[in-house]
């Protein structure tokens, strides 16, 4: 190839980078995921993903931006995609460490059923394999609720946790969730769909998804005494038509002292993604750094 043709490409090249990132600013409500993959490329801010063999298994995990560290932590049946926006927010001011919990997205699954607090430890050893003392935390559904664990089991490890859709007893849930219900039915298509585009076993999805349902139907069960030893500083969050009823998370915020309590309006249990504007506003402001 001539100096002429490699000028011309890599004149291309830019191009494509310098549109591709001004597509992600312009059209970022609209292509969700696709433009975060379109961020990561252009921004700087993405350092790449990893493994860390922690407690019998490979759990995938991303690091972007610098600062405080602050982990990232998707619901059930979710994945790192999942939590883009809050990703995106926070990247700025923080290490960002965010990962796909055991058995979800790129981490495998270990031996028999999965709990909250198995998840936590896992959480907890990515910070060791990382030598990271403590960090704040961000969790939407499941991953707000390892943040709960995490603050009341390793207390020493975590800043500020901020949490959204979280429930602390299984009398939390609008719902009772079916144990009953089909992997492949077309409720849970999308989240099904990723699994296999991501997973490093796809046709592990229907016995991975029954462990989810057996979690969400056993766990957690926290006490109002145990989130009362919480001395992290709480943001608890919930939608206006969470799937948490509201009773519950007015209680988890009042158990947890000095908790700050945000509803959001109009929202359900998707906050996070639906009306994450406001969301990520509640986050950064509450974990902005001292100055």
Do not use: C
């Amino acid at each position: 190839m001539s100096r002429v043709q490699k000028f011309v490409l890599s004149g291309l090249a830019l191009v494509l980078v310098l549109a591709g990132g001004g597509f992600y600013y312009i059209n970022k409500e609209a292509i969700g995921i696709p433009a975060f993959y379109v961020w990561k490329a252009v921004s700087g801010q993405s350092h790449g993903g990893q493994y860390a063999e922690v407690n019998g298994i490979r759990l995938y995990y991303e690091t972007y931006g610098a600062g405080s560290p602050v982990l990232v932590l998707h619901g059930g049946t979710g994945f790192i995609e999942s939590m883009h926006y809050q990703i995106g927010d926070l990247a700025g001011d923080h290490l960002v460490i965010a990962a796909d919990s055991r058995g979800h997205g790129r981490s495998t699954d270990g031996e028999g059923p999965l709990h909250y607090a198995q998840m936590t430890d896992d959480m907890v050893a990515l910070l060791d394999t990382l030598k990271i003392e403590k960090a704040d935390v961000v969790g939407w559904s499941d991953g707000g609720i390892i943040a709960l664990d995490m603050a009341i089991r390793y207390p020493d490890r975590v800043g500020r946790i901020a949490i959204s859709g979280a429930n602390f007893n299984t009398a939390g849930l609008t719902e009772t969730p079916d144990l009953a219900s089909d992997p492949e039915g077309a409720s849970v298509a999308s989240q099904r769909d990723f699994y296999k585009r991501l997973a490093p076993a796809p046709d592990h999805w229907p016995v991975f998804y029954r462990k989810v349902l057996a979690m969400w139907a056993s766990e957690p069960h926290f006490t109002i005494e145990q989130l009362g030893t919480i001395r992290a500083p709480a943001l608890v969050m919930a939608g206006e038509f969470d799937g948490i009823k509201r009773e519950h998370t007015d209680a988890l915020a009042e158990a947890i002292s000095g908790a700050e309590e945000v509803i959001i309006a109009g929202a359900s249990h998707f906050a996070p993604v639906t009306h994450h504007d406001e969301v990520d506003a509640h986050i950064v402001k509450f974990l902005k750094p001292a100055e």
